[in-house]
């Protein structure tokens, strides 16, 4: 049935719809520069049409829906790549510090320190009897050993902020699950009451990213608009509305602190985010780094010690220890000896540069120098060990770098395509609202002139 | 319709400025220490080469350090012994003068008080010491080697032992820096000491002065012979000394190849950054100051 006031009401709704997409258009215009926030459009559905007489008459518009323009596969490929890019960053900030240690490109690392040991004792076999030769070679010896001792106690300490670091980023992780969960919650809760959860799943979307720069996830989305939450490997973050935490534990045996869900270890199986690469560079970078530091000033102590010992000193005693020997707390590990090493003698006398017992001779002073040139560890001279330790710590940083740009530059490929997706474009907007403004406008304009019809039809009988 | 692109241009600048940034940094850093290696990971085979290259030159600079103290000790040695040997000669002929018949007790006497004279002189040469060090007792650098003994028949007792040391020049090259003044100034045959007591004692007595002479001349002969050690030694370590600048010089090359940077490559790249901050800096002011709500009409 059509009538002037069916007209009226088409038009009406008309100016309703026309509204409401304007409102989304001013929704767009006001977030254009909201990080995460993604693009609104108006979809605007055909009234059901009704029969007049033997014709289909339409009965307008309704606005269906207020959809967010997400792609939502894009934004787990982002999640994965950030995942990955936070894992890097932070094993490459922390193994930057660990390479700062060996400061060898401006000369200032451990190999001044071992040359100047050797020398010393080059220099003293020109004059084996002399008191300040003698003195520099313990003041030699012990630079070397503090030197030792100060690398290995900065790598400790650089260990245990990371260590720090790990329970810190654990406990964000839990916030970050438990705001997803109550999202989750909150956007079932709008999608059954038939509204639009956009706004929310912004916010969730921010959310998974930012957790996603913590640990790696595996995101699945459910029909019911919830999503649920795995690292790559399983462990439970999200389902539903229920977020399970992580635990940190302190390990008795390395003083660091392990990951738990529910019960079990999952330290070593994180695969992404800044936790993998906090717990990379606990576990692996430094003792990787300290274990070499702690073989090559074991080797060195053994060494010097053994030839000191078959040396004679200034009294003609057999020479004693010139660093304190290293006693294993473990068998087969020599860790603790560069944090641990320091010089045991105490006066000049007990240098042993003489091979006879005669003060005057030099053949163990040489000998001792000559260290320098004979295997001391691992089939290594001291400098070939140390020039490798060198050469491990900057090709790891250098590959993680390497790495680290390329995901970055993937990571910015992906950003921009999700931004050419759900970005708000304003010169859009502004043909949106001049699209709709216009609409809004013919439609009054209908509304005014079925006014006149309607006003016609009225005067039509009234008496003049 | 066209393909939606990013509409946040400045997002695009924005990755291009960082990245610029970045090339900025690490340029502006090579100018700024001169060094194309400034942390271990710019070149990690760098870095470990680098290490090698200090431990030797180290060691380098250690032996060119032991050859001008050595080069010292061994020319006031060199230059002891050629005192002696010049002493030796005047004894020796002292002892010729002698054996001339004409000659009566008293000027016999004044002779062998001249060769007495002359004994002290190479005790005295004997006991040299350098920088502390007695330069002719062995090992025994603190001891005196030779002290006046009337009860011994030379005249003198060598105290120092007859130990040597060696010193290393280069790697896994030692020298011996030292001979000990029992092996300098006498054997089983020949002994200075012994030689000049004999003359002396000759003179006093007259008898075998020609033999006492020869005796002298043998010893003579003996020490010019223990010397030529000294002077081929400081030869050595001229030798080495040269070897070993060279070599010097070869590692500061290489050592520079890899630390430095070439600075004309660095400000290029240096400047290239630069301008593409520039340009990209220009690029973001003009574009995106408009858009199409500019454009509509205001009522």
Known sequence: MSSLFGTMSVALQSMLAQQSALEVVANNVANANTPGYSREVANFEESPPVLNGNTMVGTGVTMASVESVRDNILNLRIDQETSQQSNLNSYVGSMNQVQALFNETQGTGLQTYLTNFFNSFQSLATDPTSSPLRQATITAGQDLAGAFSQTSQNLTTIQQGLDQSVVQTTQQVNQLTSQIANLNQQIQEVSNSGDAPGALEDQRDQALTNLSKLIDTAVVYSNDGTVSVTTDNGTALVAGNQSDALTTQLNNTTGMHEVFSQGSDITSSIAGGQLQGLINARDNGIPSTQSSLDDLAAGLISAVNKQQNTGYNSNGASGSDFFAPFTPSTPDSNAGAAASMSVAITSTDQIAASSNGTAGDNGNATALANLQNVPVVSGQTAGDYYSNLISQVGNDVSNATSEQEAVGLVLQQLTNQQASISGVSLDEEATNLVMYQRAYEAAARVISTVDELTSTTINMFTPS | ?299
């Open chain 2, 1 to 299: 319709m066209g393909i939606r692109v990013n509409p946040d241009v400045y997002s695009v600048i924005l990755n291009g400025l960082q990245l610029n940034t970045q090339q900025q940094d690490q340029a502006l850093q090579q100018v700024s220490t001169g060094q194309k290696l400034n942390s271990l990971s710019d070149d990690p085979v760098g870095a470990a080469a680098l290490v090698n290259l200090r431990m030797q030159s180290g060691a380098n600079t250690q032996f060119l350090q032991n050859i001008t103290t050595m080069t010292g000790s061994l020319n006031v040695a060199n230059s002891a012994l050629s005192s002696v040997v010049e002493a030796l000669t005047t004894a020796q002929s002292v002892g010729v003068e002698g054996t001339d018949a004409t000659l009566n007790d008293s000027n016999r006497q004044a002779l062998a008080q001249q060769i007495q004279g002359i004994q002290q002189q190479i005790l005295g040469l004997a006991n040299t010491s350098y920088n502390g060090q007695y330069l002719f007792s062995g090992t025994a650098t603190t001891t005196q080697p030779y002290i006046e003994d009337a009860n011994s028949a030379s005249g003198v007792t060598y105290k120092g032992n007859s130990n040597t040391n060696s010193v290393e020049i280069s790697e896994g090259q030692a020298m011996p820096i030292n001979l000990p003044g029992s092996q300098i100034f006498g054997n089983a045959t020949n002994n200075v000491f012994q030689s000049l007591q004999d003359l002396s004692t000759a003179l006093s007595t007259n008898t075998n002065i020609s033999a006492a002479a020869t005796e002298v001349q043998n010893a003579l002969n003996y020490v010019s012979t223990q010397q030529t050690f000294y002077g081929n030694s400081v030869d050595r370590l001229n030798n080495a000394q040269v070897f070993l600048t060279q070599e010097q010089t070869q590692l500061t090359t290489t050592e520079s190849t890899t630390l430095d940077v070439n600075m004309a490559t660095a400000v290029t790249d240096l400047t290239q950054a630069e301008t593409t901050q520039q340009a990209l800096v220009q690029a973001g002011a003009q574009v995106s100051q408009v858009n199409l709500f500019t454009y509509l009409p205001t009522q």
